[in-house]
């Protein structure tokens, strides 16, 4: 086991900030950890799902999860169900990322999915694996929180590690974990719609900066006592345009 976890979450197509992020990575002594939605809404899905995939075959990076690659795997299983929801929230730039631009206009649902699906074998099964947490001394990573109303943080559904809001952020966390979680951008969780850094409360940590709406992305380093480093890019590309 590592001395240092660096973490790393929702880089959604940004493939220049995750790179960024990553020339601060120290395979050495770095645990790198992807706390999920690598994909949709940016430019550069492929390359960033890619990436992640390689970070973890080559560097023994653990890539959790997120309710983004669900998305994207629901999409592929149900096409013609899927479709409209998923473009809707972000797939239409992974679809085009993984075969061409103009894709969703040229193809039924269907035929994208089927298309993808011949292309892109190795890389689906991947996603299919990743896990939905991960645990660390006293650290507990997730892509979105735990059900804080559960006696055992671990019965918590598939559902709610990759999906919960409110419920998780509001509640007491009695779970004896610092718990690190993306999903909700922490200009959301602080309650101004602008304020990009870390979002820390009750032993929770959100680290999703909201990079591919104008925000940021952060690079956060743990030693078992706490925060060491956060590493924050900001998204110099466009303006602050939350649009979900």
């Known amino acids: 086991m590592k001395d240092l976890i660096y973490a790393i979450s929702d880089i959604h197509g940004m493939a220049d900030l995750f790179k960024n992020l990553l020339q601060d990575y120290d395979p050495e002594r770095h645990q790198l950890v992807l706390i999920g939605d690598l994909n949709d809404r940016g430019p550069k899905t492929k390359e960033c799902f890619l990436l992640g995939k390689q970070l973890v075959e080559e560097q023994q990076a653990i890539y959790l999860r997120g309710n983004h690659e669900e998305y994207f795997l629901q999409f592929l299983q149900a096409p013609e ?140 380093i743990f030693d078992e006592q706490g925060i060491l480093q956060d590493i924050e890019y900001q998204n110099l590309a466009g303006p602050w345009q939350p649009d979900f």
């Open 81 to 220: 169900d899927w479709f409209a929801p998923y473009v809707r929230n972000g797939g239409k730039e992974t679809l085009e990322s993984l075969l061409h631009k103009g894709a969703t206009e040229e193809y039924s649902p269907t035929e994208i999915a089927m298309m993808i699906r011949s292309r892109y074998q190795e890389l689906i099964a991947f996603l299919m694996e990743r896990p939905l947490y991960y645990e660390w001394h006293q650290y507990l990573f997730v892509h979105a929180g735990v059900d804080l109303t559960k006696t055992n943080w671990q019965d918590t559904s598939d559902h709610d590690f990759i999906w919960i809001r409110e419920p998780f952020h509001q509640g007491k966390n009695q779970t004896g974990k610092t718990i690190v979680f993306g999903h909700t951008i922490t200009p959301m969780l602080h309650g101004d719609m602008q304020t990009t850094d870390l979002w820390i409360s009750d032993q929770k940590i959100g680290i999703d900066g909201g990079a591919v709406f104008g925000g940021s992305v952060h690079g956060v």
